[in-house]
Nanobody
């Protein structure tokens, strides 16, 4: 089993910055893609950013140029640096990991963290 623990959320003023972290632990053979999603109250969960095992990244149009996703493979950790935050960035942010848990099993499984609240307000 794989556990994901997010941290770094909180209350920040518009224009401010926050850095989210998500550490994966447990029976991990290799982590493929890592991603951040968010869900605002009354809205569906949406993809914010992804990072592949080789380091290539994708971003939602709404966060391009403001957010940066990165990963530390040695620590099985993914980060989301958020800058120039706007009230519309307010949401619960979820970490998502696609990982193989056995060397002899080529299947990869999807894992989710419990989420961390980010509130952007003056």
């Amino acid at each position: 089993q794989v556990q994901l623990v997010e941290s770094g959320g909180g209350l920040v003023q518009p224009g401010g910055s926050l850095r989210l972290s998500c550490a994966a632990s447990g029976s991990i053979f290799i982590i493929n893609a890592m991603a951040w999603y968010r869900q605002a109250t009354g809205w569906q969960r949406e993809l914010v950013a992804t990072i592949a095992s080789g380091g290539s990244t994708t971003y939602a149009d709404s966060v391009k140029g403001r957010f940066t996703i990165s990963r530390d493979n040695a620590k099985n950790t993914v980060y989301l640096q958020m800058s120039s935050l706007k009230p519309e960035d307010t949401a619960v942010y979820y970490c998502n990991v696609v990982a193989r848990i056995r060397a002899y099993d080529s299947r990869a499984y999807n894992y989710w963290g419990l989420g961390t609240q980010v509130t952007v307000s003056s």
